[in-house]
């Protein structure tokens, strides 16, 4: 009888480890949205989500055209419900009660996604689901709902040729500006349970299929196993939220190890210690803030912070 509990993932590194001096673009589901976030904690060149969480392979790939078009975003774009300004294009996050500040946002995302998409490194595409909404007036797939009657949509689901295809143009597209960037795909460990365990296991095989398709279509690509982690190694419910589907704050820190471990380079991984140590001492909490020992302290960090500035200065250390 074997004594080891746990099914470990054995997969490969990444052929090119990712540095402080990549650039970094991340698109796709709230998974993708917790793992950048800690990429960007940890202080890399990093845009995550222009649009917002997209959990759509459709959706991901029309924002990807959007973004190499540059398309402003105008109030013809935007719908009114519930007294905020809402993109059927965007998650809810880019939501407003101010139509201008809501365009603003959404427009300096696009603006700056642009800016970093032909100068990328590594692009992420993380798949969530294969299930989309097309709105019936606007004969639009949309990112969001933004909970408005179902009455206003068709639902459908994105057969693997429909997501090889959409995704296969824009890929393409990325890299006839941007040769060398590496795609590193991966699919949400999310369930989708609203239709059934047996509707999920289908949905997400559809992602796999069709994953493994663009895989081969773009040679040098990388596969990272964020699903075979959650569901084989972390096999147990102490890792999930309340809601029993979306990992964790330990599962994601465990996942971010492997990161650490797969995707980054030896001297990163130096440098984010020395960041991993000023974040620390921010985040100390003076007995009193107006004492002389509290002052020194502060200069500490001023100069832990230059130290780096001095030997990194391409890393924007926004704090």
Not at 202 to 218: D, G, H, I, V
């Amino acid at each position: 009888m074997s004594t080891n509990f746990r099914t470990l993932v054995q997969h490969p590194a990444i052929q090119t480890p990712i540095g402080y001096e990549h650039k970094i673009m991340m698109m796709g589901s709230c998974f993708t949205q917790s793992i950048g976030t800690l990429f960007q904690t940890k202080q890399f060149d990093i845009v995550v989500n222009p649009f917002g969480i997209t959990y759509n392979p459709l959706s991901i790939a029309s924002s990807l055209q959007r973004i190499m078009d540059a398309n402003p975003f105008t109030g013809n774009d935007l719908i009114q419900h519930q007294d905020l300004y809402c993109s059927l294009l965007h998650h809810g996050s880019f939501n407003n009660s101010n139509k201008e500040q809501c365009l603003e946002d959404m427009n300096s995302s696009l603006l700056k996604a642009n800016e970093t998409i032909s100068k990328a490194n590594y692009i992420f595409i993380t798949l969530g689901t294969n299930t989309y909404f097309e709105h019936i007036e606007k004969s639009i797939i949309v990112n969001n709902c933004h909970k408005l009657s179902s009455k206003n949509f068709l639902l459908k689901k994105a057969s693997v040729d429909q997501i090889i295809t959409q995704l296969e143009e824009a890929l393409e597209r990325i890299k006839s500006i941007n040769p060398t960037c590496t795609f590193v795909f991966s699919i949400s460990p999310i369930r989708y349970i609203q239709e059934g365990a047996f509707a999920n296991t289908l949905n997400k095989s559809t992602l796999f299929l069709a994953t493994e398709k663009l895989m081969q279509r773009f040679s040098g690509s990388y596969y990272f196993p964020a699903y075979e982690i959650i569901l084989d190694d972390l096999r147990d419910y102490r890792f999930y939220k309340e809601d029993m589907l979306h990992p964790n704050d330990t599962a994601i820190q465990y996942i971010w190890k492997f990161v650490e471990s797969h995707l980054l380079a030896s001297t990163a991984k130096e440098i984010m210690k020395r960041i991993d140590k000023i974040l620390s001492m921010k985040a100390h909490r003076p007995f009193n803030e107006f004492s002389e020992e509290h002052k020194k302290f502060l200069k500490q960090i001023d100069l832990e912070i230059n130290q780096l500035k001095t030997s990194y200065p391409s890393i924007s250390f926004q704090f």
